[in-house]
C-alpha cells in the first residue's frame, strides 16, 4: 500500500517561504520519479514541480520555476518542497505523488490529506 504523508504548510504573506515534506511508504522509493502538485479551490489539480530517481533532474512549471526547489531524502523517503517568495496565486491544497517519469500521471492511484498553503497580500 502507497501512502503519502503531507506536512508544512500553513499562512504566510506575499514574499514568504515555506517547506513542504512528504513522507512516503512506498518500497521502492528510489526507483520512483516524484511530484509535487497543487489544487487551488473551483481549479484542477496540476502538478509544479517533479523530481527523477536520482534526485538530480528536476522539471518545474513556469509558474513556479525560479522560486520553488524540489528535492528528496531517499534515506528518510522523503521529498521536500522549498516554496520561496511566495504569491497569494500561489495559494492551493499542495499534494505529492510517484509519477511516471518525465510526465505528471501518478504511478499509483493514491493521494494523501495535502497541506494547505495560503499567502495574503
Known amino acids: 500500500q502507497v501512502q503519502m504523508v503531507e506536512s508544512g504548510g500553513g499562512s504566510v504573506q506575499a514574499g514568504g517561504s515555506l517547506r513542504l515534506s512528504c513522507a512516503v511508504s512506498i518500497y521502492s522509493f528510489g526507483k520512483n520519479c516524484m511530484a509535487w502538485f497543487r489544487q487551488a479551490p473551483g481549479k484542477e489539480r496540476e502538478g509544479i514541480a517533479r523530481?527523477?530517481?536520482?534526485?538530480?533532474?528536476?522539471y518545474y512549471d513556469p509558474s513556479v520555476n525560479g522560486r520553488f526547489t524540489i528535492s528528496q531524502d531517499n534515506a528518510k523517503k522523503t521529498v521536500y518542497l522549498q516554496m520561496n517568495s511566495l504569491k497569494p496565486g500561489d495559494t492551493a491544497m499542495y499534494y505529492c505523488?510517484?509519477?511516471?517519469?518525465?510526465?505528471?500521471?501518478?504511478?499509483?492511484?493514491?493521494w494523501g490529506q495535502g497541506t494547505q498553503v495560503t499567502v495574503s497580500s
Open positions: 523530481i527523477d530517481t536520482a534526485g538530480v533532474t528536476t
Open positions: 505523488a510517484a509519477v511516471l517519469c518525465d510526465t505528471w500521471a501518478a504511478s499509483y492511484n493514491s
